[in-house]
């Protein structure tokens, strides 16, 4: 079984995956998806990152599609904070390699940072509601 079979499958059965991250939507706004999965045995998934991929060989990229607020990770057991990050890190390892990649996270998982992973972090202010929004965008 595949990831994203798993993720769907999982995805069916649990209430808590945040909107822009379920299947249904994944599959309406975005060209492709793929899933990174973190899991303890073959049914527990602890952490997971669907991301959208778009492009060919050459130009493969992982995008935000435009009309999703969030391409974030999620956690779905109680971790702390050093736990999250290394979750994070292993979960952006099984990323495919691609010529650009852009996150945005949850606003609960601001602290969770992709620097070490070759990733640079830019801060946005958005008005009129002034309020700050992190990005993730892969270092070329």
């Not at 994944?26 to 492709?32: G, I």
């Not at 990152?49 to 935000?64: S, V």
């Not at 702390?80 to 990323?95: A, G, P, S």
């Amino acid at each position: 079984m595949t990831n994203k079979e798993r993720y769907r499958k999982f995805c069916a059965t649990h209430a808590v995956v945040p909107v822009f991250s379920n299947p249904f939507w994944l599959d309406a706004v975005a060209e492709n998806w793929e899933v990174a999965l973190i899991s303890e045995g073959e049914s527990r998934i602890i952490a997971a990152l669907p991301y959208c991929l778009k492009g060919n060989l050459f130009t493969k990229r992982i995008y935000l599609p435009d009309v999703s607020f969030y391409q974030s990770v999620l956690f779905f057991t109680d971790v702390d904070k050093n736990r999250k990050q290394i979750l994070t890190e292993q979960l952006i390892q099984q990323l495919p390699k691609t010529v650009k990649s852009y996150f945005k996270f949850l606003p609960e998982h601001a602290g969770l940072s992709l620097v070490k992973s070759g990733f640079e972090k830019k801060l946005m202010e958005l008005t009129p509601y002034k309020r700050s929004v992190q990005l993730f965008k892969q270092q070329s």
